[in-house]
């Protein structure tokens, strides 16, 4: 009997291991010999902890389990009380389109065999009989762009570090991911950890670096420990080390944990962070790929854009350019999160309105209670209003709208949210995390929260500062972080003025 | 806030050790701190001097550095570290209650100890458990939709 449970955080945060344990003692008890596999989420958070049972006709999908379901997974499976049927069946699942994370919760994300049945390394091989340059035209062709928010075709980094001339260049995953609302990245480290590295040994003959770093964050430990096993996995098989896969390239990885500093999700306080210095902004240029990390040209993408490339090379640059719509092209990882009935990761082709990702693919509120905003793009995101719902989601479609969709993270908020204390928020947060480099992030964002508190007090001269103020720090920052700020903090104002208006109306 | 113990002849040897562990790496200085700050449950403020002179930088460029990440401890922690989530997705299912109900039980506020040493109550942002807030940390460990009275249960377990 094979059973499937996933050791994803968030699978885990709910009582997976727990359910583990039952269930390997629920076997022993009853002198059934099982294989437990501790899988990927399939990204249906409100059914985790889910566990799987492989039968003939395929696999069986039973959640949220308790501790109280377990002994039922033992006796008659069809009459269990969490039976949700087969889990390729389910509408979650139907409805995506599973490129990028194919295998994420289907294979044990450490059986390298599992991993080649599932068409695993077909990527990396056809890219071991292309020339480099070819390599990097193909990613160009596949329109993939930067995934970690910013949008920058990939294939044109490539190509400028393909073409620098140095001693030696680098890969660097950009996984830390610390923007709310998101979990893509973490859930295929976790789920599928050898396509990063597949990913990231592709990009590496393609440019020419023989050295790739993960800077992911110490607040994903299981994605951690599951990176670091599946490095030693592919070293073991001869995927990373002198010869990749017995060809004269050279390409070999580790890992890099951060320590807590939100900042260093922008590529180049990270770059200085993964130096051993603090992460403190560059100011560009030079750009990273002709003088990254310890100043040799380098790649910085983010873990969705590296995963992303195994499936281009074997399927061809045309088969994943021809999902999505205008500019964006291929699927991006939703992760639908906050107050949400159905939260999650769902892939998709661009093009989705934001109306049907949150009423129909998440079903509105988990509170039952009306959706009010949702922030795309994390605390760097705009809020979007439920009147902006018609809002196809591509990068060029959010930004006519003030908004991003950055990492494609949807916070959903219901109607008793107050857009007043979300805007002080965003402020307050990016006082705690501006690394101090420019002064309208550092200094403006202390100067955000006083003069919000100010108009939360009833002072009608604090508004027109605020948005003065949101323009200074717009145009006055090097990095995302002092210059994005204004997004959340100028939608709420613009689309819930009466959050800004209630108190200082009652003050009159 | 609990007492820095003494560092000594045997945090010395220990911390040699982790340098000597990370020799030629590249960018060494915050694995080296990680591991530190796991050896010894902080960072040693006497800790700081030999590794600045063991990577050839700073005491001040060292302390930069130490001091910049939210990660790093000058101090010991309690026994239990609670971290609670503030960011967006958990604060829209309920955390910014739950933080206040963590304070007021405890007593403290963010970044503090009890007196007894019990608990460490620290913010976070984001574990990426968004879809299953609010989330915590307590100790290490993952917990998701965290209520007051989950939130009880695991500050019963510390005391």
């Not at chain 1, 885990?12 to 269930?23: F, K, P, S, T």
């Not at chain 1, 991993?115 to 990396?124: S, V």
């Not at chain 1, 500093?261 to 240029?285: H, Q």
């Not at chain 1, 959340?488 to 613009?494: C, E, F, G």
Request: proline residues 5%; glycine residues 10%; aromatic residues 6%.
């Amino acid at each position: 009997m094979k059973i499937y449970l996933p050791l994803d955080s968030a699978a885990v945060a709910l009582g997976a291991d727990e359910i583990a344990e039952a269930i390997t003692a629920e076997a022993q008890k009853r002198g059934v010999s099982i294989t437990l596999i501790r899988n990927g989420s399939r990204g249906m958070v409100w059914l985790e902890p889910m566990a799987e049972v492989a039968t003939e006709d395929g696999r069986l999908a039973f959640g949220p389990m308790t501790l109280e379901d377990v002994p039922a997974l033992f006796d008659d499976l069809a009459a269990h009380p969490k039976a949700l049927g087969l889990t390729d069946e389910l509408d979650w699942m139907r409805r995506q389109t599973r490129l990028t994370f194919a295998r994420c919760g289907v294979i044990d994300p450490l059986s390298l065999h599992d991993y080649e049945l599932h068409h695993g390394l077909k990527g990396l091989k056809r890219a071991l009989a292309m020339a480099p340059a070819a390599i990097v035209q193909e990613v160009t062709d596949s329109g993939l762009r930067g995934r970690g928010g910013a949008g920058f075709p990939t294939g044109i980094k490539w190509k400028t570090v393909h073409d620098a001339k140095a001693s030696q260049k680098y890969i660097v995953c950009n996984a830390d991911e610390g923007d709310s609302a998101t979990f893509a990245d973490r859930m295929l480290m976790e789920g599928d950890p050898l396509t990063l590295v597949e990913g990231m040994a592709i990009a590496g003959i393609a440019v020419g670096a023989t050295k790739g770093y993960i800077y992911t964050r110490s607040e994903y430990p299981i994605a951690i420990t599951q990176m670091q096993k599946a490095i030693q996995v592919a070293r073991a098989a001869g995927i990373l080390g002198p010869r990749v896969l017995d060809s004269d390239y050279a390409f070999d990885m580790e890992v890099r944990v951060g320590a807590g500093a939100y900042v260093c999700g922008e590529e180049t306080s990270l770059l200085n962070s993964l130096e051993g210095k603090r992460g403190v902004v560059r100011a560009k240029p030079p750009l990273p790929a002709l003088q990254g990390f310890m100043g040799k040209p380098t790649v910085v993408n983010n873990v969705i854009s590296l995963a992303s490339v195994p499936v281009i090379l074997e399927r061809g640059a045309a088969f994943y350019k021809n999902f999505g719509m205008g500019r964006s092209h291929g699927t991006m990882a939703l992760q639908i999160a906050g107050n949400v009935k159905f939260g999650g990761l769902f892939e998709t082709a661009f093009g989705l309105s934001l109306g049907e990702i949150v009423n129909e693919i998440a079903g509105g509120t988990a509170s039952g209670r009306p959706v009010k905003a949702v922030q795309v793009g994390g605390p760097l995101g705009a809020w979007f209003p439920t009147s902006l719902f018609d809002t196809p989601f591509t990068y060029e479609d959010f930004a006519a709208k003030d908004g991003l969709i950055g990492h494609a993270g949807l916070t959903i908020a219901d109607d008793r949210t107050d857009m007043l204390k979300m805007a002080r928020f965003a402020m307050e947060f990016c006082a705690i995390e501006s690394c101090g480099k420019c002064t309208p992030c550092r200094i403006g964002a202390v100067r955000g929260v006083e003069t919000l508190d100010r108009v939360a007090a009833g002072d009608p001269s604090a508004l027109p500062l605020v948005a003065d103020l949101c323009n200074t720090m717009k145009s006055g920052s090097l990095c995302a972080l002092g210059g994005f700020t204004p997004y959340p903090v100028m939608s709420a104002l613009t689309h819930f003025p009466d959050d800004f208006a209630t108190t200082r109306a009652a003050a009159e | 806030m609990s007492a820095t113990p003494e560092f000594g002849d045997a945090g010395l040897e220990t911390l040699h050790e982790i340098l000597n562990a990370h020799r030629g790496m590249e960018g060494a200085l915050l694995p080296i701190l990680h591991a530190v700050q796991e050896a010894f449950g902080h960072v040693p403020q006497e800790a700081l001097p030999v590794i600045a002179k063991d990577l050839n930088i700073t005491r001040a460029e060292a302390h930069g550095v130490m001091s910049f990440y939210h990660d790093f401890r000058e101090n010991p922690a309690g026994r239990t570290v609670l971290k609670l989530c503030r960011a967006e997705a958990c604060q829209s299912v309920g955390a910014d209650a739950l933080a206040d109900h963590a304070r007021g039980k405890l007593g403290i506020d963010w970044h503090e100890t009890t007196a007894d040493g019990a608990v460490t109550l620290e913010p976070i942002f984001c574990l990426g458990l968004c879809a299953c807030g609010p989330a915590a940390m307590v100790n290490g460990k993952l917990v998701g939709r965290t209520d007051a009275a989950k939130l009880d249960r695991i500050l019963e377990g510390a005391r």
